[in-house]
């Protein structure tokens, strides 16, 4: 998965139930900052939600279900304000989810 940062034009992604994807994501898929779709669904991706998630402001949707992460919501979900679709569904998540964030939604 390192070898995607060089493709900063990709605008989709899906590799849901990908059982050889696991652990976190490296922060060099920050410049994938023009997804505007991003299926991790079905993975063995573990830990909080993944930093390199708060560059790509233009995701529609996010799936991310399936999978082992834990802990809270971070603060910067909310500033993927062109979210249509959240998959957070089978993780070990804390906390609620902000009224705020489920208007957008």
């Not at 940062?5 to 059982?19: P, T, Y």
């Not at 991003?38 to 279900?65: I, Q, V």
């Not at 909310?78 to 208007?103: A, C, I, M, Y």
């Amino acid at each position: 998965p390192e070898g995607l940062s060089c493709c900063q034009r990709l605008r989709s992604l899906a590799v849901d139930e990908n059982r050889d994807l696991y652990g976190t994501l490296p922060d060099t898929w920050r410049v994938l900052s023009g997804l505007t779709e991003l299926n991790l669904n079905s993975c063995k991706l573990t830990g909080p939600l993944p930093p390199c998630l708060s560059s790509m402001t233009c995701l529609r949707f996010l799936g991310l279900a399936g999978n082992g992460f834990t802990r809270e919501l971070p603060p910067w979900l909310q500033n993927l304000t062109q979210l249509q679709h959240l998959h957070l569904h089978e993780n070990r998540l804390d906390g609620k989810v902000p009224f705020s964030w489920l208007v957008r939604l």
